[in-house]
């Protein structure tokens, strides 16, 4: 059996825990720069404020009427590990799959699982202070419908459990169910299916083996398979491997000086070279981009230039020497709002080329780039920079309502009244 | 010339040096070498627990006659069960609060200090609850190891 376990408007739920007078408020959470909405507890989606519209456009008599949070997510990280640690005491296997979810790989237990998921998600709430629901079937796609099933009910816990692929509650699940609803299957997909009158999630498992082989893929055939209550699909087929790194943002106001840019730049470089190095890549290419607001009555300029390294690397330092190049480049007396770096062609690291005369030096970096890391993840971000970073920069974000790290920093700590 | 002080992450430990061998301008092991042992790691000893445990500073004097003072650094694990004696934080009037848990007559109560506030009945499973307290943490006076706490606001 397979678990997915999920935490409820997560952003909402973190924002509310440190901030109890939030129960029962509508909260929404903003993205990167506070552009827009990316996250709503249950009260705002009641208000039929919907997911992705700009903050500017949100009608202003709602608008105060809504508590907005600016997206913190040194926060939502640090309770994500939290109920991963929880859940991982208690099951054999923790797949994270994203900041939110996480499958529990249950094959070897022998429980009752109506029982086993009820504790998983007390012991959540209890330990955590996060509400979470969790689905339980015999495959990793069946679990993610169930999880989906535990959301919909209004009872505590929330645990839905298909004992096994052919319970007669899933069949007619599934008779209800969109392909589209199935963990994998996109919009063209879906479409493709319509085409050939595969309407339905039970019509999509009771489709011949071969038929979805021969008309599809192997990987839809597996869908289908895993419908049917046998896992043969793992996290690694649903998710393509990193093929290339983006970190971009835009200013909280417009730049034109060079020197301000340079130094966003360096930012960049520092965050690709933390997310290469992490995932254990190295990139064979740099590009960046830059461009002023479209929106502006000021002419439209947008650049954007890539260059080889000399060598696939991983190193900061490397990267940003590149693409300080490419900036020199492109720069002119403009406006600016966004600025990007890009790798690409990512390999993994230990298919390392040393050219000829790289003799000692690459291993040195090597090592320096893995004390900056350290450095970094012990002291925190701002106790080791590529060249002056100064925290009101510019270029850094906009995060008008952001919370406290309340669980990070000492200086942030939540306070408590005594009474 | 000033220091910023430095706030270690909670997860992290200080590296230990086990592995490697303190020699002598000889060359050969220290005979200490076989009784080292790790240091003592005070965060290991507060918190039992990582995930289920949280930092916060108690605001206000009103517990003070506890031995509980404005700023004190609080320990508390969400994974304890509150019982009577313990100090507890939850949620009253949307704010987290400091209220210590009584048992009058076999019935459990908050007990707050603030001659304002009455006490309030507590049910087992009372979902005003936020954690148990653990430790409260305050420097004694004048040793100046403790950043200054802001000036109490009541």
């Known amino acids: ?419 | 010339m000033s220091m910023t002080p430095i706030a270690l992450a909670a997860s992290t430990s200080a590296p230990t040096s086990g592995d490697t061998l303190t020699r002598g301008a000889s060359g050969f092991p220290s005979p200490a070498d076989d009784y080292r042992e790790a240091p003592l790691d005070l965060h290991h000893h507060l918190v039992r627990r990582p995930a289920s445990t949280f930092f916060m500073r108690l605001e206000g004097d009103d517990h003070r006659h506890a031995g509980l003072y404005h700023g004190d650094l609080l320990v508390i694990d969400r994974a304890i069960s509150p019982r009577p004696g313990h100090w507890l934080v939850v949620v009253i009037d949307g704010e987290l609060s400091v209220l210590r848990l009584e048992r009058r007559a076999a019935r459990l109560y908050l007990a707050p200090s603030r001659p304002d506030l009455a006490t309030m009945p507590f049910e087992a499973d009372d979902n005003r609850l936020w954690g148990v307290i653990c430790y409260a943490i305050h420097a004694l006076p004048a040793t100046g190891e403790e950043p200054a706490s802001p000036p109490c606001s009541r």
Not at chain 1, 28 to 55: Q, Y
Not at chain 1, 189 to 212: C, F, H, I, K, Q
Not at chain 1, 379 to 398: E, I, K, S
């Open chain 1, 1 to 419: 059996m397979f678990a997915l376990i999920d935490c409820n408007n997560f952003y909402a739920a973190c924002e509310r825990l440190f901030e109890p007078r939030l129960e029962g408020v509508p909260v929404g959470v903003l993205s990167n720069n506070d552009g827009c909405v990316i996250a709503r507890s249950e009260e705002f989606k009641a208000l039929d404020i919907p997911m992705g519209i700009p903050t500017h456009k949100i009608d202003p008599t709602l608008r105060r009427r809504v508590v907005l949070k600016s997206s913190n997510y040194t926060l939502y990280g640090d309770l994500s590990a939290r109920v991963q640690q929880v859940l991982a005491r208690q099951v054999p296997t923790l797949e994270p799959y994203s900041i939110d979810e996480c499958f529990l790989d249950l094959r070897g237990m022998q429980e009752d699982w109506h029982a086993l998921g009820a504790h998983l998600v007390r012991s959540v709430v209890r330990e955590v202070g996060l509400p979470v629901s969790i689905g339980i079937a015999p495959t990793r796609t069946l679990a993610k419908l169930a999880n989906r099933q535990a959301k919909a009910q209004s009872t505590r816990p929330q645990v839905c459990v298909w004992q096994s692929a052919d319970a007669p509650e899933l069949t007619a699940h599934l008779k209800r169910l969109s392909p589209r609803d199935v963990w994998g299957i996109g919009e063209r997909l879906n479409a493709r299916l319509a085409g050939l009158g595969v309407l339905t999630a039970a019509a999509l498992r009771e489709t011949p083996d071969s038929e979805l082989r021969r008309r599809f893929s192997v990987v839809l055939a597996r869908t289908a398979s895993e419908l049917n209550g046998h896992p043969c699909l793992s996290m690694s087929d649903l998710e393509s491997p990193r093929r290339s790194i983006l970190c971009s943002r835009s200013f909280g106001r417009p730049l034109r000086d060079r020197a301000a840019l340079a130094g966003a730049l360096r930012h960049h470089c520092q965050r690709a070279g933390e997310k290469l190095r992490r995932d254990a890549m190295q990139a064979s290419a740099i590009g960046i981009y830059l461009r002023t607001n479209p929106h502006h009555n000021t002419p439209y300029h947008h650049a954007c230039e890539w260059t080889a390294l000399p060598f696939p690397s991983a190193d900061t330092q490397q990267l940003n020497r590149a693409a300080q190049r490419l900036l020199t480049r492109l720069w002119q007396p403009l406006a600016y709002q966004k600025l990007g770096v890009m790798l690409t062609e990512l390999t993994p690291r230990q298919q390392r080329q040393t050219t000829l005369f790289d003799g000692a030096e690459p291993a040195r970096q090597e090592a320096l780039m893995e004390a900056w890391d350290t450095i970094r993840a012990r002291y925190g971000r701002q106790a080791l920079t590529l060249g002056p970073q100064p925290a009101d920069a510019a270029w850094q974000m906009n995060s008008a309502y952001r919370s406290a790290c309340y669980t990070t920093r000492w200086e942030e700590l939540p306070r408590a009244l005594a009474r």
